[in-house]
C-alpha cells in the first residue's frame, strides 16, 4: 500500500491507491483547506510535493490554470484534490494565509 507523509506534522499514512491527497488528509483529520469541496474550483487545498511527484497523478490542464493564476507554478505545486496517489509521496501543507 502507498504511504503519504504530511509535513509539517509528520505524520505518515497508509492509504488506497487512487484516493486523492485531500480525501486522505480528511480521512485522517490533517487540517488542509478546501473551500471549493475537491472541485478543483479554488487553490485553498495548494500543496507542496517535497518527494514522490511521479507517484502522483498527472496534473490536468485545469489544475495548471489553477495554479498559474496563483502566480506559483512549478514541479511542485499541485492542488491536493487533484492529485492521487499511485505511490509513496511526502507533500507539505501549506497554509493559504503564506501566500
Known amino acids: 500500500m502507498p504511504k503519504v507523509t504530511f509535513m509539517p506534522m509528520n505524520t505518515t499514512f497508509e492509504v488506497k491507491k487512487d484516493q486523492s491527497i485531500l480525501d486522505i488528509a ?29 507517484a502522483l497523478s498527472p496534473m490536468e490542464e485545469e489544475e495548471q490554470e489553477r495554479l498559474e493564476r496563483m502566480g506559483i507554478l512549478d514541479d511542485y505545486s499541485r492542488l491536493s484534490c487533484q492529485s492521487k496517489v499511485h505511490g509513496d509521496v511526502v507533500v507539505e501543507v501549506v497554509n493559504i494565509d503564506d501566500h
Open 26 to 54: 480528511l480521512d485522517h483529520h490533517v487540517p488542509l483547506q478546501h473551500a471549493c469541496g475537491g472541485f478543483c474550483a479554488c487553490t485553498t487545498c495548494h500543496i507542496i510535493v517535497k518527494s514522490g511527484a511521479s
